[in-house]
């Protein structure tokens, strides 16, 4: 019988990347991860429903965590992000070998990850939630959920490692299946668990976090199976999955600004949080609902996004400049479209969305005003993230660090503090649009000089 393995060695057919209409790539590529990225969205607002119903202190120790779940999704994102764009650039430049070793040190850096996240939520989980309030109800709540989601965190982890590498060689539509079934599976199991339905024991938030890393590793498996089964471009050879300096520092090269800027998404929210809550715990609900809102017109931003990254990166390491600046012009037109659309929403019925966590008036007269002024950003935000995201695929990911770090933590948060000494809560909102305008000027000057230089290190290569 004739020996079907893959040679690790062998060059790669042309992939799909480097030949397909782009407009027709781009919708293939990104079209099924937008879906799967309001899946998330919506698990997100299911989950805080379930928990809500528990009670107030339920939901409360559910927040608390969200920092030590950010921080293992920055991480774990962050650097399935760097193989990924490692990975595609080095099947574009046909240099199969490279392509393998990322992928192989990608799966020993997410299992890296996993061992001191899962030591940290074991050691550290009570003294995180002791930190931040003596409500003992609310510290036993958290210890629970914390540990288990960390804990078990394996899940999670090697979810963003292969999907990304799934994504990476242009299967999204086999992406977005794991990510689906995870997603479902944890929405299904959460009121099971939460309140012991169906002979299950009733866990309460113990239940939520259980329903959460089942999902997580159910989808880590089927990504697994897929990427060994119908992933040919990838070859996953146990022997390889080690350490390398070389391939390590690479891929962080690419995916530690996503690190950091999805950790100071944590920190802006906490510094809003407590200048809101100087005006009334009102305004802090609202600041919630807005999060909770605006992710059904982000994520698919994010999810186009994402699909747009390997594409680029794929081009970019083929030397088919042409194909990376068209691809790049669809995807900013796409996102800037949805984001109009989401801002048209937040303009003409904020208090419909704001209906959906029961606001009473006082929430909804803070509310519309809120919603309104903070969706001007919208605006701009589309251009900023795609901008961000062309810098990192091809070279220069400090440059959307430096954006994401002047917009929440130099401009946004200052801003909002100083409109807050005005004693007028409606000016506060202000800062997010003013924020995002300094982000575009940023961000114009950015993508212009990554793709100057991009351009110039083609020609002194000698290609086109």
């Given at each position: 019988m004739k020996d079907k393995t893959p040679n690790p060695g062998a060059a790669p057919r042309e992939n799909k990347m480097g030949v397909m209409p782009e407009g027709r790539l781009l919708a293939g590529m990104a079209v099924p991860m937008m879906i799967s990225m309001l899946v998330q969205?919506?698990?997100?607002?299911?989950?805080?429903?379930?928990?809500?119903?528990?009670?107030?202190?339920?939901?409360?120790?559910?927040?608390?965590?969200?920092?030590?779940?950010?921080?293992?999704?920055?991480?774990?994102?962050?650097?399935?992000?760097?193989?990924?764009?490692?990975?595609?650039?080095?099947?574009?430049?046909k240099r199969q070998d490279m392509a393998d070793r990322a992928a192989n040190v990608g799966i020993f850096l997410s299992l890296a990850s996993y061992a001191v996240f899962a030591l940290t939520g074991l050691l550290l989980a009570r003294p995180f939630f002791l930190a931040q309030t003596d409500?003992?109800?609310?510290?036993?709540?958290?210890?629970?959920?914390?540990?288990?989601?960390?804990?078990?965190?394996?899940?999670?982890?090697?979810?963003f490692c292969f999907e990304r590498m799934l994504q990476a060689t242009g299967r999204t539509t086999l992406s977005m299946c794991t990510q689906l079934i995870g997603a479902l599976i944890n929405i299904v199991l959460d009121p099971i668990l939460i309140f012991g339905l169906l002979g299950f024991p009733r866990m309460e938030?113990?239940?939520?976090?259980?329903?959460?890393?089942?999902?997580?590793?159910?989808?880590?498996?089927?990504?697994?199976?897929?990427?060994?089964?119908?992933?040919?471009?990838?070859?996953?050879?146990?022997?390889?999955?080690?350490?390398?300096?070389?391939?390590?520092?690479?891929?962080?090269?690419?995916?530690?600004?996503?690190?950091?800027?999805?950790?100071?998404?944590?920190?802006?929210?906490?510094?809003?949080?407590?200048?809101l809550i100087a005006f009334t715990d009102t305004a802090t609900a609202v600041f919630g609902a807005y999060f909770k809102l605006q992710s059904f017109i982000f994520m698919p931003v994010f999810g186009l996004n994402n699909g747009m990254v390997p594409i680029i990166s794929y081009n970019y390491g083929a030397a088919r400049m042409d194909r990376v600046k068209k691809t790049v012009k669809l995807t900013m037109f796409t996102a800037v479209s949805i984001m109009v659309i989401g801002f048209l929403l937040f303009q003409l019925i904020p208090d419909q969305l704001l209906g959906f966590f029961n606001a009473g008036e006082e929430m909804r007269s803070i509310g519309r005003v809120a919603l309104r002024i903070i969706s001007l950003s919208f605006l701009l935000a589309g251009f900023n993230i795609i901008a961000g995201s062309v810098c990192q695929a091809i070279g220069n990911p400090m440059y959307s660090l430096i954006v994401?770090?002047?917009?929440?933590?130099?401009?946004?948060?200052?801003?909002?503090?100083?409109?807050?000494?005005?004693?007028?809560?409606?000016?506060?909102?202000?800062?997010?649009?003013?924020?995002?305008?300094?982000?575009?000027?940023?961000?114009?000057m950015f993508l212009r000089r990554t793709m100057r230089s991009a351009e110039a290190r083609m020609r002194d290569s000698g290609n086109p």
């Amino acid at each position: 019988m004739k020996d079907k393995t893959p040679n690790p060695g062998a060059a790669p057919r042309e992939n799909k990347m480097g030949v397909m209409p782009e407009g027709r790539l781009l919708a293939g590529m990104a079209v099924p991860m937008m879906i799967s990225m309001l899946v998330q969205a919506l698990y997100n607002v299911v989950d805080s429903v379930f928990v809500a119903q528990i009670s107030q202190d339920a939901l409360n120790a559910v927040s608390l965590a969200f920092p030590l779940q950010n921080l293992m999704i920055a991480i774990g994102g962050g650097t399935a992000l760097g193989m990924n764009a490692l990975l595609s650039r080095s099947l574009g430049e046909k240099r199969q070998d490279m392509a393998d070793r990322a992928a192989n040190v990608g799966i020993f850096l997410s299992l890296a990850s996993y061992a001191v996240f899962a030591l940290t939520g074991l050691l550290l989980a009570r003294p995180f939630f002791l930190a931040q309030t003596d409500i003992t109800t609310i510290v036993d709540y958290g210890t629970d959920y914390a540990r288990i989601c960390m804990g078990l965190s394996v899940g999670i982890f090697c979810q963003f490692c292969f999907e990304r590498m799934l994504q990476a060689t242009g299967r999204t539509t086999l992406s977005m299946c794991t990510q689906l079934i995870g997603a479902l599976i944890n929405i299904v199991l959460d009121p099971i668990l939460i309140f012991g339905l169906l002979g299950f024991p009733r866990m309460e938030v113990a239940g939520a976090a259980a329903a959460t890393v089942t999902g997580q590793i159910v989808a880590a498996v089927v990504a697994v199976v897929m990427n060994i089964k119908c992933n040919p471009d990838v070859h996953i050879r146990p022997r390889f999955i080690r350490f390398d300096r070389r391939v390590s520092a690479e891929i962080y090269r690419v995916g530690l600004p996503t690190i950091v800027m999805q950790s100071i998404g944590s920190v802006m929210t906490f510094g809003m949080n407590k200048i809101l809550i100087a005006f009334t715990d009102t305004a802090t609900a609202v600041f919630g609902a807005y999060f909770k809102l605006q992710s059904f017109i982000f994520m698919p931003v994010f999810g186009l996004n994402n699909g747009m990254v390997p594409i680029i990166s794929y081009n970019y390491g083929a030397a088919r400049m042409d194909r990376v600046k068209k691809t790049v012009k669809l995807t900013m037109f796409t996102a800037v479209s949805i984001m109009v659309i989401g801002f048209l929403l937040f303009q003409l019925i904020p208090d419909q969305l704001l209906g959906f966590f029961n606001a009473g008036e006082e929430m909804r007269s803070i509310g519309r005003v809120a919603l309104r002024i903070i969706s001007l950003s919208f605006l701009l935000a589309g251009f900023n993230i795609i901008a961000g995201s062309v810098c990192q695929a091809i070279g220069n990911p400090m440059y959307s660090l430096i954006v994401s770090v002047c917009r929440q933590l130099v401009v946004l948060l200052p801003a909002a503090w100083l409109l807050s000494r005005t004693g007028r809560l409606e000016l506060v909102w202000w800062s997010f649009p003013v924020a995002e305008v300094v982000a575009l000027i940023l961000s114009i000057m950015f993508l212009r000089r990554t793709m100057r230089s991009a351009e110039a290190r083609m020609r002194d290569s000698g290609n086109p």
